[in-house]
C-alpha cells in the first residue's frame, strides 16, 4: 500500500514543516517535515537551509521507505486510514521501535482495539536522560488513535494520487469545499450505511483533526500544532 493524500497532510501537520534547520523537542536537528539524520540524506546541521520543493522531494524518499516497511511488517488487512496511521507512527519512532512495538504485536494478532490503544503509549522522549511524557506527543498519539478507528476494514478506498502530489492547503477554501474536493477519492469520516450524514465520536475527532490539517499552511513562518 501507499499512503493516501489525507495521510501526507496528516504527517505534514503532526510533524509541522519548517525550511531551516531546528533542534527537536528531544534536542535532534530536523527539517523540513520531520526529517533527521536517521532517516538517511542529507544530514541535517546547523544552519542548513532548503526550499518547499526539497522538502516535499526528501518527505517522498522518508515516507518511501516507510511505506515498504510497513507493508513488509504488518501481515493483516488495512483499510487506508489504519495505514495512513501506522506510517505516521512509523515515521515519527522509526524502524526498529516499530517492529519491537507491542501495538504490531497486537495488530498481526488481529487485536485492532489493542493496537489502538497501544499508539498512546508511545508520548515518551528521552531528555536529559530519562524518559518523559511530552504533551505534544500525548495529543498527537490520541490524534492517531482516532484516526487509525475511524473506519473499518471492509471500507478501504485505494489512493489514486502519488505521495509526490501535494495535498490541498488553502486557507479560504471552506470545510464543504474541502470534503467535495476529496469525497471521490478518499475515505471520509462519515458513518457508512443507511445514515451517511452521522458521525460516531471517532470519526468526529477525524473530521474535525482533518479540518485543520486541509485549512493549514503548514510552510514556514506558521507555528507547529501541537505547540
Do not use: C
Not at 533542534?23 to 544530514?43: Q, R
Not at 473499518?152 to 469545499?177: C, G, K
Not at 503548514?218 to 507547529?224: A, D, L
Request: positive net charge; hydrophobic residues 35%; proline residues 5%.
Amino acid at each position: 500500500m501507499r499512503m493516501s493524500v489525507v495521510g501526507r497532510a496528516a504527517i505534514k501537520w503532526r510533524e509541522g514543516e519548517k525550511l531551516s534547520a531546528y533542534k527537536d523537542s528531544v534536542g535532534i536537528w530536523t527539517i523540513g517535515v520531520g526529517h533527521t539524520l536517521a532517516a538517511g540524506a542529507p544530514e541535517v546541521k546547523a544552519g542548513m537551509k532548503i526550499t518547499a520543493a526539497q522538502s516535499d522531494e526528501i518527505l517522498a524518499r522518508d515516507l518511501e521507505a516507510v511505506e515498504k516497511d510497513v507493508t513488509d511488517v504488518v501481515k493483516v488487512p488495512l483499510n487506508q486510514n489504519q495505514f495512513d496511521d501506522l506510517s505516521s507512527l512509523h515515521f515519527n519512532i522509526g524502524p526498529g521501535s516499530f517492529r519491537s512495538a507491542t501495538l504490531l504485536k497486537k495488530l498481526n494478532a488481529k487485536d485492532y482495539a489493542g493496537a489502538a490503544d497501544q499508539f498512546l503509549v508511545w508520548n515518551k522522549g528521552t531528555i536529559n536522560g530519562k524518559k518523559v511524557a511530552i504533551n505534544g506527543l500525548t495529543i498527537r498519539r490520541k490524534d492517531e488513535r482516532a484516526q487509525f478507528l475511524s473506519t473499518t476494514i471492509d471500507e478501504a478506498p485505494a489512493p489514486d494520487q502519488h505521495p509526490n502530489s501535494s495535498p490541498p492547503s488553502s486557507r479560504s477554501r471552506s470545510l464543504m469545499e474541502t470534503g467535495s474536493a476529496l469525497s471521490s477519492r478518499q475515505s471520509l469520516p462519515f458513518s457508512r450505511g443507511k445514515k451517511h450524514d452521522r458521525l460516531d465520536p471517532h470519526r468526529a475527532l477525524y473530521f474535525h483533526w482533518l479540518a485543520g490539517v486541509l485549512g493549514a499552511d503548514q510552510r514556514e513562518g506558521r507555528g507547529h500544532p501541537y505547540d
